[in-house]
């Protein structure tokens, strides 16, 4: 197992509460996003979960509706967390590495996910989930180390500084893309799910 360590460079350590964060958040400009989308998309699920699922950013449907992994890639990860026994608002909390959707969906560049990570990093630490899951390179780059290539790194447990066991894996988005993306996105919740049950 690797040792794998993401910076928290922010002061949003006097915020304490998931409601007070996103109030702070939801009229955050710091980067160039939010002048081209709808509204800042948060975040949702338990407040308290164990498990936190943390993506790229908003696509159309989310901006729209405000909530994160709504649209068919949303759909197919509620499905993921069925297949294992799980619930998105009862065992789950889910974010994106930048909260105000990109336009055309193209991935977030380096500036705007430095800006945004702040915000995510406080949501984790306010959530403090014992398992993270990594969708996609966006967040596996973002958030442990951007030169790693998701390819290689799913399905590998990481470890975070504070102990939270971290599982990169493919986004939902890429299992919609190639369907041979399938069974290694099952095997890897498989993990997540042995681990989810150990506590
Ligand atoms: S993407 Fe993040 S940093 Fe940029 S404006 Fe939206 S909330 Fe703020």
Redesign the pocket.
Known sequence: MNKVVYENDHDLSVINSLTELYNA?KD????G??AGCSG?VFGEGNPEARLMLIGEGPGADEDRLGRPFVGKAGQLLDKILAAIGLERFAHAYIANV???RPPGNRAPGPN?AD??LP?LYRQIELVSPRIIVLLGSTALQNLIDPDARITVMRGKWLVSKSGIMIMPTYHPAALLRDTSKKRPVWEDFQQVRDEYLKV
């Open positions: 958040a955050c400009a710091r980067c996003l939010r800042v930048v909260k105000c705007e800006s945004c915000w």
